[in-house]
Nanobody, 126 residues
Framework: EVQLVESGGGLVQAGGSLRLSCAAS????????IGWFRQAPGKEREGVSC????????DYADSVKGRFTISSDNAKNTVYLQMNSLKPEDTAVYYC???????????????????WGQGTQVTVSS
């Protein structure tokens, strides 16, 4: 059973930083993409970033480019989202998600992700 557990959310002032973690386990496929998504109250879920375990490629939403960085520690089966220069509009519940991909494939935020974590709250105060 695939399990994804997010951590690292919290309350931070605008301009501050947070690092989210997504601990993954139970994968039955060799290659996968891990994505970060967020959903603010009253808004649709938005793809934030993703990383491919196969070729290490990454993808970012325009709204976070230059501020957020996704990375992975394969030995720990953990994906991180470093969020810098946070803005009040980054406030949301952040989810990580996973999907199996073909060997050599890059990741895309637009994939249909099959497995989801429970989410972690990020609140940025002005």
């Amino acid at each position: 059973e695939v399990q994804l557990v997010e951590s690292g959310g919290g309350l931070v002032q605008a301009g501050g930083s947070l690092r989210l973690s997504c601990a993954a386990s139970g994968f039955t496929f060799d290659d996968y993409a891990i994505g970060w998504f967020r959903q603010a109250p009253g808004k649709e879920r938005e793809g934030v970033s993703c990383i491919s375990s196969s070729d290490g490629s990454t993808d970012y939403a325009d709204s976070v480019k230059g501020r957020f960085t996704i990375s992975s520690d394969n030995a720990k089966n953990t994906v991180y989202l470093q969020m810098n220069s946070l803005k009040p509009e980054d406030t949301a519940v952040y989810y990580c998600a996973a999907v199996g991909i073909l060997y050599g494939s890059s990741c895309q935020i637009s994939y249909e992700y099959d497995y989801w974590g429970q989410g972690t709250q990020v609140t940025v105060s002005s």
